[in-house]
């Protein structure tokens, strides 16, 4: 029998945010959910499995306090739980940027909701699409055209994204309120992305002006609603986010316009625009995602090397640093807070049942063909239907 996966995120002050914490851990315990809550100052960021009654349960404790009553739950079904315990942790940020001015409780970008942000691509309207994930989830999919900041952490949005946009156009006032783009413009050249130089194009867009419509997407809208909020603050007028997401538009539209797969944060690594489990699985080394393509290469040795620990593949980082994720739809975030981002990422790691030090080259369950195996160091390799060999997490999108 299928288990029922539920997930939600709210920005909401929470000044009594200790005291929420045993609460939480009593609730879930008596429904008999596994996952993770993150209550932080700012907000609350969800995701738990179990059974269909124990998740509605789980909604209706929510609603006993007034601040949770309307969050949006994202509801799917997945073969076997997902995740080994129930962790109810204690974070400064739902999303780790580091920009205490940015609270998207009080201001945020308008939503786009999936069939009007795709009858937008489908009458090829002037619009920047900005994708706001980091590097090893960009290199899986997209959307056709859009912008990559090729950022390795979400920390680095704000730098990269004034960074990359083009110089005013004349007359206009510099939309990175108080940033000398200029004086960035050989760096920006220097890192190999989007930027052009020149102050013409950037995007691959004429000048960008204060009121281009720009519309920011990630995989279940948690970075969107600072990302957004950040544009705004820099004198962006006509902001928008991709409501709900990319699995929110997988669920709405297809694959429409996009290309290629989308990383989620669990066990199964990888899903296509059907939402269907992809044969991508994580290095055991360095945790970079694999496509099947990229298994298939020489470089890669079950449970002891890929392309990317060689450093050869599409000029990927070795090892992504953690930080800078979300939990929303199909993912989980634990980047940031008080502890910082290994302390979060191995957070994550405890509620899908990795030992911390290990993981990688491992499926989550349904992965149907992917068994146990020893490799030349003894360890154990691939994953068993059902079971929960260690994945490291990253906390990151």
């Not at 489908?122 to 859009?146: P, S």
């Not at 609603?225 to 603050?233: D, F, H, P, W």
């Not at 491992?362 to 260690?390: F, L, T």
Request: charged share 25%.
């Amino acid at each position: 029998a299928s288990k029922t996966h539920v997930t939600g995120y709210k920005f909401v002050d929470l000044p009594d945010r200790d005291a929420l914490r045993q609460p939480f851990r009593d609730a879930t315990a008596r429904l008999g959910l596994k996952g993770l809550v993150l209550l932080c100052d700012e907000g609350i960021n969800f995701f738990v499995a179990g059974t269909g009654e124990a998740c509605t349960g789980f909604t209706q404790f929510l609603e006993t306090d007034e601040r949770f009553r309307g969050i949006p739950i994202k509801t799917s079904y997945v073969a076997e739980v997902p995740y080994k315990r129930m962790l109810v942790k204690l974070k400064r940020e739902i999303i780790a940027l580091g920009m205490d001015e940015i609270r998207p409780a009080d201001m945020t970008g308008a939503y786009v909701a999936p069939k009007e942000f795709k009858r937008w691509l489908d009458e090829g309207q002037d619009v920047v699409v900005l994708d706001t994930r980091n590097d090893y989830e960009t290199r899986l999919g997209t959307f056709d055209g859009a912008v990559d900041l090729k950022i390795a952490n979400f920390k680095e949005f704000p730098e990269e994204v004034i960074r990359q946009l083009p110089l005013p156009c004349k007359g206009e006032e510099s939309p990175g309120a108080g940033a000398d783009i200029g004086a960035d413009e050989d760096k920006g050249a220097e890192k190999g992305s989007n930027w052009s130089g020149g102050g013409d194009t950037a995007f691959g867009h004429p000048s960008i002006k204060k009121e281009t419509k720009i519309v920011m997407y990630c995989t279940g809208g948690v970075r969107c609603e600072k990302a957004s909020a950040m544009m705004m603050n820099a004198g962006f007028s006509n902001v928008y986010q991709l409501d709900g997401g990319i699995i929110n538009y997988f669920q709405e539209c297809g694959g429409a316009h996009w290309h290629g797969e989308c990383f989620v944060f669990d066990k199964r690594v990888a899903l296509d625009p059907e939402l269907n489990e992809t044969a991508t699985i994580t290095c055991f080394k360095c945790r970079q995602p694999l496509t099947i393509v990229e298994q298939a290469s020489e470089e890669y040795v079950v449970g002891e090397s890929c392309p990317y620990c060689h450093g050869k593949a599409n000029g990927t980082k070795a090892a992504p640093t953690a930080g800078g994720g979300e939990a929303s739809g199909t993912e989980a975030e634990a980047g940031g807070g008080e502890d910082g981002p290994l302390e979060a990422r191995m957070s994550v790691e405890a509620a899908f049942g990795g030992s911390g030090d290990g993981g990688g080259d491992a499926k989550g369950p349904g992965a149907a063909g992917h068994k146990r195996r020893r490799g030349g160091d003894g360890r154990e390799e691939g994953h068993e239907e059902g079971s929960s060999s260690p994945l490291r997490v990253r906390s990151g999108s």
